[in-house]
């Protein structure tokens, strides 16, 4: 059974500063790996996919990510976090590059400091 | 990209009675759309799937006969929970997709059984 693991659940990082969220995830076969953005009370938005080819994936917003077969790991980075980017994070992984049948990470909430 | 709708965005309801809540997409035809729920401060869990003209596909521990799922048109999905009750609060978000193309979200619904 697939599963995904976000081992942070709060962050807090000041405007400014770089940032990592960390998502680990165990699936069978080639995972196809999302994430996205949820603001409060809002539903979610897509930054970036994952499915084949370059292994840095360019995302919205200045995100991208990662994926790295040998850990497991699809980490979401940004250089320069801005205060509108508090929101929660969440890291999922698909049967294939349309999403269908997600399983979503636990969530990291990130708070900016100004 | 795609825009999904869910109506109405916040619902509070007295125990025992139904609610109904709308998904729409509005710009293109959803051959298949989602229902998750989210408790608060947690991660989505998959409820069930629905494709347009057929019955739906409920996830294990999902009661379909409570939460019943209408998949009419291409753009229309809607969900009813029976006879709700406290426990039934939560957030309710949809997703929709055509064909294979990525899962577009909508902005949730808070359910509030009193």
């Known amino acids: 059974a697939q599963s995904v693991t976000q081992p942070d659940i709060h962050i807090t990082v000041s405007e400014g500063a770089s940032l990592e969220l960390r998502c680990n995830y165990s699936?069978?076969?080639?995972?196809?790996l999302f994430w996205y953005v949820q603001s409060p009370g809002q539903g979610l938005q897509l930054l970036l996919k994952?499915?084949?080819?370059?292994?840095l994936v360019q995302g919205i917003k200045g995100f991208e990510a990662e994926f790295k077969r040998s850990q497991s790991s699809f980490n979401l980075r940004k250089p320069s976090v801005h205060w509108s980017d508090a929101a929660e994070y969440f890291c999922?992984?698909?049967?294939?590059?349309?999403?269908?049948?997600?399983?979503f990470g636990g969530g990291t909430r990130l708070m900016v400091k100004p | 990209g795609a825009v999904v709708s869910q109506h109405p965005s916040r619902v509070i309801c007295k125990s025992g009675t139904s609610v109904k809540i709308e998904c729409r997409s509005l710009?293109?035809?959803?051959?298949?759309m989602f229902w998750y729920r989210q408790f608060p401060k947690q991660s989505l869990m998959l409820m069930a799937t629905?494709?347009?003209?057929?019955?739906?596909?409920?996830e294990q521990g999902v009661e379909k006969d409570k939460f019943l799922i209408n998949h009419a048109s291409l753009t229309l999905s809607t969900l009813t929970v029976t006879s709700a009750h406290p426990e039934d609060s939560s957030f309710y978000i949809c997703?929709?997709?055509?064909?294979?193309?990525?899962?577009?979200f909508g902005p949730g619904t808070r359910l509030l059984v009193l």
């Open positions: 997703s929709a997709k055509h064909l294979q193309e990525t899962q577009y």
């Open positions: 699936y069978g076969a080639t995972p196809y």
């Open positions: 994952y499915f084949s080819g370059d292994t």
């Open positions: 999922a992984v698909g049967h294939n590059n349309a999403g269908n049948m997600l399983t």
């Open positions: 710009d293109f035809q959803a051959t298949t």
């Open positions: 629905s494709n347009e003209g057929s019955k739906a596909t409920y």
